[in-house]
């Protein structure tokens, strides 16, 4: 009898309510492939932009959101040594992670710690590795060096802050709330955090001076780039990952999108000479023939959660389900969140 799964899909683009949930075909594991029961799967604020219809690498719909799951191995191919059924592990996965079941390669496969909940393991993946990425591949941090983070209280926010401040760098954040700003700086090792509703530009220049920040994080475009362009020390770096601003509310506006990625700031070359200022772009589902580096980073991120130096930051967990995952999605959309959302199959009901 063929073997199927339920998941929850995008089927048409729309609020949040558009998501269904379907039984589907679950396909047997290619040679080199695991199938893994999802305990639980990290929401991100990408996925709010596929089902807008707003995020460019997507499959064609119907198709499952979902970057990162965790979960235990239930079958493997015939290639397969490495994992075993009944190992606990989690998983990078381009799109599908909104599943009860999922077929993923094993190269993106990563052990965890066994006593990390699934919940936190699930939670670790996309924003830590993204993190990493940012500070250690792309802006090529150093201790000593000043880190802006914008959205610090977000799920990769959260990471960053962390990192950078283990790292000894100082790290200056912004986030919406008052709640968050006392949890980066308290919690997380941030030196100071304004409100990124407010003038934050001026709050920085006015603790640091004019031009002082070596590296800003930016996941948000528009005029917060300008912003960060003109914080930027000799030598400064812009790590870009993220256009949060196309997507202020629960529906796609194509002329807030338009607004958001006109507003903001192209860049010729030569600008970047005089003021002697970088910019760079992470994407983790692009990095092609170096995705070597995340096989060396996840050790060293489960490695520091174990001595308990990092932590995933979990606001909520909602049902692995659909109704669940719509919940997940509008408490993204609303900011509401201080650190990452998860779908988790032990809150679910059949």
């Not at 000043?146 to 283990?166: E, F, M, S, Y």
């Not at 629960?250 to 006109?262: E, F, G, K, T, Y």
């Not at 001595?307 to 995952?325: E, Q, Y």
């Amino acid at each position: 009898m063929a073997r199927t799964t339920r998941a929850i899909r995008i089927e048409r683009l729309g609020p949040p309510e558009a998501l269904v949930e379907r039984e589907i075909p679950l396909p047997d594991p290619g040679p080199d492939e695991v199938h893994l029961r999802v305990l639980a799967a990290g929401v991100n604020f990408a996925d709010l932009l596929m089902r807008a219809g707003l995020y460019g690498t997507v499959p064609p719909r119907p198709f499952s959101p979902g970057f990162e799951v965790a979960g235990v191995v239930e079958r493997t191919g015939g290639a397969v040594r490495a994992w075993q059924p009944g190992d606990r592990v989690v998983a990078l996965l381009r799109h599908g992670g909104y599943a009860r079941d999922v077929i993923v390669p094993a190269r993106q496969l990563f052990a965890c710690p066994q006593s990390l909940p699934p919940e936190s393991a699930a939670a670790v993946p996309v924003v830590f590795l993204t993190a990493w990425v940012c500070l250690f591949e792309s802006a090529r941090v150093r201790a000593g060096e000043t880190a802006l983070v914008l959205n610090a209280g977000g799920g990769v926010g959260t990471a960053l802050v962390q990192l950078a401040a283990g790292h000894g760098l100082r790290v200056i954040g912004t986030a919406g709330s008052e709640r968050k700003r006392a949890f980066v700086t308290a919690s997380l090792g941030a030196r100071a955090c304004f409100d990124s509703r407010a003038d934050w530009e001026r709050d920085v220049e006015r603790l640091l001076g004019p031009r002082n920040v070596d590296v800003a994080l930016d996941p948000i475009g528009g005029r917060a780039t300008a912003a960060c362009r003109r914080l930027l020390a000799p030598l400064g770096r812009i790590v870009f990952y993220g256009l949060s601003a196309a997507l202020p509310g629960r529906r796609r506006d194509w002329l807030r999108a338009a607004h958001a990625w006109l507003g903001t700031p192209r860049v010729h070359p030569l600008s970047l000479v005089e003021p002697n200022a970088g910019l760079s772009g992470v994407h983790l589902l692009h990095l092609g023939r170096r995705e070597s580096v995340l096989l060396e980073a996840m050790p060293a991120i489960f490695a520091g959660i174990t001595r308990g130096s990092l932590r995933p930051v979990i606001d909520r967990s909602f049902p692995l389900d659909r109704d669940g995952a719509v919940q997940a999605h509008v408490y993204l959309h609303e900011r509401r969140n201080l650190g990452k959302v998860v779908l988790s199959s032990a809150a679910s009901t059949d």
